[in-house]
């Protein structure tokens, strides 16, 4: 069956599959939307195989529309409803996309690209669409065929865009189920974007085992997701690093009680320590998981339980169900404990590669593997730990300089909320290093003080040459601090 009869199959339908800040959402409803669009794609002449996107942010309707995509052999292209209008028409052109479903805000903010094109527009009377008949599973459906476009979070000089099969779909659908134990009972609170690979991973496994996702599109108000969270009485949370930093360091979340929260899951690049030291601190009563995932990877990789987040702080733990992870060296040999290699890995969540790039793609995917591109080491027991990425080691006077290892250092410092470490270049030493600091709501920490953090706690090859203080680090799409925007920053400072 298709990726769609296969998230919608288990769900009951009086249960409610969203919950807003507008009302909720049953499952049946959900269906009864989603026959009805894809009806409408049918209807202007859509076919297997063309692709739609999607323009628009979180809601029921988002989901629905994505679902109608999948049902009818269409490919799903979801789109940030943050990009630049540039960016918009060149993944637009780019992907070949015949229709494009957005929503009122979406339609104001990029009305240019809608001429030449079929859209239809996401509006909450659909909310009261007639039931039209869910058809039944297709029994002969290739599940190699392409389920959806999903851009990459890096920066290239066209758009990147990942393949993700419907087997793709289903089969990390089903790893993440089972280490997390998903049932229908779950109440999951959604601040990420279902544009982005973790957010739509939050949204295929909830629908998966007919829980319920609650979304809220104000993370800039964290107090009002906890709000939230508190009166839906969520069992579950799902972060980036910088959601965690805002909720730890700037919000009233470490004092809330929240006696639902059960489950928290954080991926979407490293957490650093001591954060996460705080973050168990905060949340005794619940199960902390420590992921690791890539786009090209469909979403998930690798997971930490939760009963090691002690005694393996710091690491991504092994592969999840079905998911083969090795660490290997220049030569593809795997790495003992104390050296570092690249990541690399094997299932059948891994993307058949990127459209319309076959030498990105021979780079990345080889031999029915994937290479990551990160670099970590293992300790004795096979567990996994980052280092950073190749793109973001710092070489200065001969040294090779993890990013990651300042950065935990300088989070270390209770009145900083994030911090991001990056190299700018320097005709003595290769590169220096820069750190970038967002302080805590009336914190007067001092560069002075920084430096003297640093000095007691990192050898002086590690000490940053400067340090500078920002309102906000500058995030992508996803929420992951863009360094290369940092480096332009200081470069013409």
Known sequence: MNAADYFLRNACDEAPAFITTE?????????????????????????????????AKNSPLWAAAYLAILKIGAVAVPISNLY????????????ECKFLFLDKPAQVKYASVCSGLSCFLLENNLLQADSTPWLAPDPGFDLDSDAALMPTSGTTARPRLVRVTHRNLQANTESIIEYLE???????????????????????????VGATLVISNTFAY???????????????????????????RNSSFPKRELPRLRKIQQAGGKLHNALLQELAASRPQAQIY??????????RLSYLPPELLQSKIGSIGRGIPGVSLKVLDENGKQIQPGQTGEIVAWGQNISPGYLDDPEASREKFRNGALYTGDLATVDEDGYIYIVDRKSDFIKSFGHRISSYEIESCLLQIPQVVSAAVVGLPDEQAGEQIAAFLVRKTGAALTEQDVLRHCQTRLPRHMLPQSVIFLQALPLNAHGKVLKSELRKMKATA
Request: glycine share 8%.
């Open 290 to 299: 420590v992921m690791y995932g890539q786009t090209e990877a469909t979403a």
């Open 84 to 95: 630049p209008l540039e960016e918009v028409q060149r993944v637009l052109d780019f992907a």
């Open 222 to 248: 964290p107090e009002t997701v906890l709000d939230m969270m508190e009166t839906t009485q969520c069992t579950g949370l799902a972060g980036v690093p910088s959601t965690y930093q805002i909720l730890l």
């Open 182 to 208: 998903l049932t229908a009972a779950e109440r999951m609170m959604v601040v990420l974007p279902f544009y982005y690979c973790y957010g739509a991973s939050l949204l295929h496994t909830h629908l998966r």
């Open 23 to 55: 009302g909720q959402v049953a499952y049946a409803q959900l269906k009864a939307i989603c026959a009805r669009l894809a009806d409408e794609l049918t209807g202007c002449g859509i076919r297997a195989g063309q692709r739609v996107a999607i323009l």
